[in-house]
């Protein structure tokens, strides 16, 4: 890429958003919003909401739950024809959001990178990146292509409800798992088998996550209450036949 840079927005830079401008800033120009923020590491440069959200790109990367104040704070600084794109755990709430509140001209693409700061940390080039269109085909088609050939992520394009469905088992059940295995802490580390290293390797994967990230994937997924009673009800069915009953 020669010249300048174009310049990206990227509003929320928490561990994710961080690593998001770790991995971009050698083709854009990082524009950052955080109030919480008060360090850029050299990736971004941190800026007001305003300058942020009038960059041709704009990422968010906040969490789901604050995703609708966010969009209604953006909006009036927003160019005709920003591209906006999320990166939310869930996909169905996010692409409706954006979908009611973003002006019309406004193009919107979601993603779901399936990954974090930790899966992440020693390099992102093979990690799975979800997209989803929500505003035109040729915008998620253009943000796909981008992510395979500047960043080496395995990308596929699905619909943010296929997404959640998938998710709901993928993540929801992860997640579940891991906050219980957390809680019962302290664990074995002496005589422990490999299945088990495995299990905390992956409970330590989401470890560090956020609440919020708990949240989202367990009571913003429309589809994960089903899955997550489904599993309740085979643990209750196990412990019936262990019990005796």
């Known amino acids: 890429m020669t010249g300048e840079k174009e310049k990206l927005g990227l509003i929320g830079f928490g561990a994710f958003g961080r690593l998001t401008a770790r991995h971009l800033s050698p083709w854009f120009d990082i524009h950052a919003h955080d109030p919480a923020?008060?360090?850029?590491?050299?990736?971004?440069?941190l800026t007001d909401l305003a300058t942020a959200a009038a960059c041709p790109t704009i990422i968010l990367a906040v969490p789901v739950?604050?995703?609708a104040a966010t969009l209604t704070e953006i909006r009036p600084h927003l160019r005709p024809d920003a591209l906006v794109i999320d990166v939310g755990s869930v996909k169905v709430k996010p692409a409706r959001l954006m979908a009611e509140l973003l002006p019309p001209g406004v193009r919107i693409v979601g993603t779901h990178p399936l990954f974090g700061p930790q899966s992440g940390k020693a390099?992102?080039?093979?990690?799975?990146l979800a997209v989803c269109e929500v505003r035109g085909k040729r915008d998620a088609r253009r943000v796909a292509a981008f992510c395979r050939r500047a960043l080496a992520l395995k990308v596929f394009q699905v619909s943010p409800e296929d997404h959640d469905r998938e998710a709901a088992t993928v993540?929801?059940?992860?997640?579940?798992?891991a906050r219980l295995l957390l809680a019962m802490e302290?664990?074995?580390t002496r005589m422990t088998t490999t299945s088990f290293d495995r299990l905390m390797q992956a409970v330590d994967m989401v470890r560090h996550d956020s609440p919020a990230v708990f949240r989202a994937i367990e009571r913003d997924n429309p589809f994960a209450a089903e899955i997550r009673n489904r599993?309740?009800?085979?643990?209750d069915a196990a412990r019936g036949e262990l019990d005796g009953e």
């Open 65 to 67: 739950e604050a995703l």
């Open 171 to 177: 993540q929801g059940l992860t997640h579940l798992i």
């Open 123 to 128: 390099g992102i080039a093979g990690l799975r």
């Open 231 to 235: 599993f309740f009800a085979l643990a």
């Open 186 to 188: 302290p664990l074995p």
């Open 37 to 45: 923020a008060t360090d850029s590491d050299g990736h971004a440069t």
